[in-house]
Each structure stands twice: as C-alpha cells, then as structure tokens.
C-alpha cells in the first residue's frame, strides 16, 4: 500500500513544500513560494553578527 508525506518549511523569506511516496520513496513534486516584500525587494535587510547569535536557544 502507498502513502505520501508532505513536508513543509516555513522560513523567514519563503514557504518550501515537497511531497514524497514514502512506499517508493520518491520526490513527487516540490515547490518554493516565496513571500510577496522578498520577491519585490521590499525586505528589511538585518545585519548579521554572529557573535550574538545563541543558536542553543533554537533547540
């Protein structure tokens, strides 16, 4: 019997989805929407410093 899985990532400049035949294991289809300030270049750019970053809070 087959089943599919659908993934999804929500980031913070797009939304990215697969779908996958977990039986074959098989890429059905993918797809990026990117969100509409990104694609029109409206975005507000942040400066990264790594030094503040604590990525152990994100756990």
Not at 37 to 55: A, P, Q, R, T, V
Request: hydrophobic share 35%; with cysteine; aromatic share 14%.
């Amino acid at each position: 019997m087959e089943s599919y899985a659908i993934g999804l990532d929500f980031g913070p400049d797009s939304v990215r989805s697969v779908l996958v035949n977990t039986y074959k294991g098989e890429t059905l289809g993918s797809k990026v929407h990117w969100h509409a300030l990104w694609k029109e270049g409206k975005c507000i750019k942040y400066s990264l410093k790594l030094s503040n970053n604590d990525f152990n809070s994100y756990l």
